[in-house]
């Protein structure tokens, strides 16, 4: 019988738990604990780091894993790592959940940088009115560019207010469209946008809106991740799940 750890924390990861349930599939997903209210799962959930690679490694050894899952965001660079790491000790088959990257569209105007240092750099010059669209771990980077209006959106109120000197807050969880995020740019007076290349639809509503009101946009590239398999849908893990019990790896 398998014994799924899922690594989740984005809404591929929440897809691809209800389709486990579906098929009877016994499954953890795991949390870091990043957020106050994650939303509810119809399989067990487990919360916070497991101790590094030799913690996830002990953890799928005593857990008795036979599959390991990572439908971590794409920007969880650390967890991904660690992953591949522990299930090469404890040999346990690894399949990484992914979704691709944003390309530009025609309209688009973007500029891309390499990291978060990288976007600090990028907004030196004279102050503008920016969407800070990162979530609350990295904002104050950018308190090295005080001289900017930053909106920021957190899906929870931050226990302490962010550093930047002048910023509007808005705690929202989403899902996101177009239509609302084009009026809350126009309503802030937004002139650049600043985000993640995450992929996927339920984070590009802020993008579309960037392109319809003709705004700049400074994406931040995706880390490089340690080789590993991927695939792009949660059906297709069920189907490795398939073949890889088939093998009885
Ligand atoms: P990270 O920097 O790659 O991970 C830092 C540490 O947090 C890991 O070494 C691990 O601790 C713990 N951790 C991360 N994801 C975990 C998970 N799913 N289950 C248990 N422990 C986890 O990760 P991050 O960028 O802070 O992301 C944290 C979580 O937020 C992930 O679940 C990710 O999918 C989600 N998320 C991230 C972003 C983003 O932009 N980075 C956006 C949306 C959602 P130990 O070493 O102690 O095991």
């Not at 930053?150 to 899902?175: E, K, N, Q």
């Not at 946009?217 to 949660?234: A, F, G, K, W, Y």
């Amino acid at each position: 019988m398998p014994n799924i750890l899922l690594l989740g924390g984005t809404s591929e990861a929440s897809a691809l738990a209800r389709l486990l349930a579906d098929a009877d599939m016994p499954t953890t997903l795991s949390y870091a604990g990043r957020t106050d209210h994650p939303r509810a799962q119809p399989v067990p959930v487990r919360v916070g780091g497991f101790g590094g690679v030799e913690g996830l490694a002990r953890h799928l050894r005593d857990h008795r894993i036979t599959h390991l899952v990572d439908a971590t965001h794409p920007f969880a660079a650390q967890m991904s790592a660690n992953a591949v790491e522990a299930a090469r000790i404890a040999a346990v088959p690894l399949i990484a959940l992914t979704r691709p990257a944003w390309r530009a569209q025609p309209g688009d105007r973007w500029t891309h940088v390499p990291d978060i240092a990288g976007a600090v750099a990028a907004l030196a010059g004279p102050p503008r009115r920016v969407m800070l669209a990162l979530g609350r771990m990295h904002v104050d980077a950018f308190a090295a560019q005080p001289q900017h209006h930053y909106l920021l959106r957190f899906v929870d109120p931050p226990a302490t207010p962010p550093v930047l000197p002048d910023h509007s807050l808005i705690v929202d969880r989403g899902p996101f469209n177009v239509e609302g995020d084009s009026a809350l740019m126009q309503a802030h007076g937004i002139e650049l946008v600043l985000c993640k290349n995450a992929g996927g639809t339920g984070a590009q509503a802020k993008l579309l809106a960037a392109r319809a009101l003709d705004l700049p946009v400074i994406l931040i590239d995706r880390p490089v991740l340690p080789p590993r398999d991927e695939v792009h849908s949660p059906h297709a893990v069920l189907r490795w799940l398939g073949h890889a019990a088939d093998r009885g790896v």
